[in-house]
């Protein structure tokens, strides 16, 4: 015969509220206006029955390895150039101490000492990232983007209390279950570049808005194993086996919050002699090459002082002070690629040294930018297929923009 302890046991419950995991996407506005140029861009822990040995032994079921944490490629950001930085999430490392249960004598049978294993969950990292705008040359919004994000997964493993049955006493093992929370991952998201594109025939040149973007934030909810007990038991010789208690294991929730890039706009303007573009932040102006150089060339024309120096002007009256001014050349489709985009950087350049020798701009502002035939305001070709030289000269330009 034998009798448990008039010792009393607690037993403890706890209760989990489940963590909602809520996703909030939100879309964009569509592109209104111009109509411009658009680019898409784990082992079962085994019971340990009394045995008449004095072998100490180690209950299976120790920490499962981990889902391998995704490791970015190259180091992580520590600024954006074209961007904001995204900062990093660092998920700190779980530990809980191993639990030994001591040796015991039943009824002249030893019952081992066993150690049952500790949970060590690696520390885990979300690394940095940037959102992005492309440059884009003046009249234009740049492409925008946010990259994808990834939590990855954490296990907590499984958790046994070996049963003993020596001496009149027995007790059943005691198990808790391993936990897991799967990986979460938000896609990025991106909206294509936009410009405004000039009326043939002048007039109102239409607004334009690159949409806002956002990435919803991720959670990837907590885990827990619980705590289990394995009560106290005595037999009639008043031999006792002592209580066992494996305390609870509990991995935090983690949050990614959401990103986003605003919405930006290019207002509508009508044309004129100047074609300046305003933007809420920016300034740009828009020469026709023709009027700048003569053919083939890149040799500012005499003519050209004037309004280079009324741009120029201009720009140190509505800049904001410092800021980077941008002088981005173009040409018309005809020719080879090679040499237009060539030709468009020697423009560019060529209005810089004017606006920095002639102009009184700082050269250090000031940056020159080749785009050769590939962003045309208006086509180089009709309908039919057949040369348009009213479509060539309007993509043959030199815009200088800047930020006001």
Request: glycine letters at 8%; a negative charge; aromatic letters at 4%.
């Amino acid at each position: 015969m034998w009798r448990i302890s008039g010792r009393s046991i607690t037993t403890r419950i706890r209760f989990l509220t489940p963590l909602l995991v809520v996703v909030t996407a939100a879309c964009g506005a569509t592109t209104i206006g111009g109509g411009g140029e658009e680019r898409q861009t784990p082992a079962h822990a085994s019971s340990q029955s009394a045995t008449a040995t004095t072998a100490t032994t180690e209950v299976s079921g120790g920490p499962a390895s981990p889902t391998p944490t995704p490791v970015p490629t190259g180091s992580e950001p520590a600024n954006c150039p074209n961007g904001k930085l995204i900062p990093a999430v660092d998920i700190p490392a779980v530990h809980a101490d191993p639990v030994v249960i001591p040796e015991a004598k039943i009824g002249g049978t030893t019952v081992p000492a066993v150690t049952i294993p500790g949970v060590d969950i690696p520390a885990q990292r979300v690394p940095a990232q940037c959102t992005e705008i492309a440059p884009a040359p003046g009249g234009c919004l740049g492409a925008a983007s946010i990259p994808p994000v990834s939590i990855p997964a954490v296990e907590i493993p499984p958790v046994e209390i070996p049963g003993v049955d020596a001496g009149g006493i027995k007790l059943d093992p005691v198990r808790a279950d391993g936990k897991r929370a799967e990986a979460r991952h938000a896609e990025g998201v991106s909206t294509p570049e936009v410009c405004q594109v000039e009326p043939k025939e002048g007039g109102i040149v239409s607004f334009v808005i690159r949409p806002f973007i956002i990435r919803p934030f991720v959670i990837r909810p907590f885990v827990i194993r619980p705590f289990i007990i394995r009560p106290n038991a005595c037999n009639d010789r008043n031999e006792c086996v002592p209580a066992v208690e494996v305390p609870a294991v509990e991995v935090p929730a983690v949050e990614v919050p959401a990103v986003e890039i605003p919405a930006a706009e290019l207002k509508s303007y009508e044309v004129g002699k100047s074609e300046i573009l305003k933007g809420d932040d920016s300034i740009a102006f828009t020469l026709r090459a023709d009027v700048l150089f003569d053919f083939d060339e890149a040799v500012i024309k005499p003519a050209a002082a004037s309004e280079l120096r009324r741009i120029a002007r201009e720009i140190g009256e509505k800049a904001k002070a410092g800021a980077p001014i941008a002088v981005d050349g173009h040409t018309d489709a005809k020719g080879d690629d090679s040499y237009n985009q060539s030709l468009s950087e020697r423009r560019a350049q060529a209005v810089v040294e004017w606006l920095a020798g002639e102009g009184g701009l700082a050269r250090s502002r000031l940056k020159a930018r080749g785009y050769g035939e590939t962003k045309p305001v208006e086509p180089n070709t009709r309908s039919d297929g057949s040369d348009d030289p009213a479509g060539r000269a309007r993509n043959r330009r030199v815009v200088v923009s800047t930020v006001t």
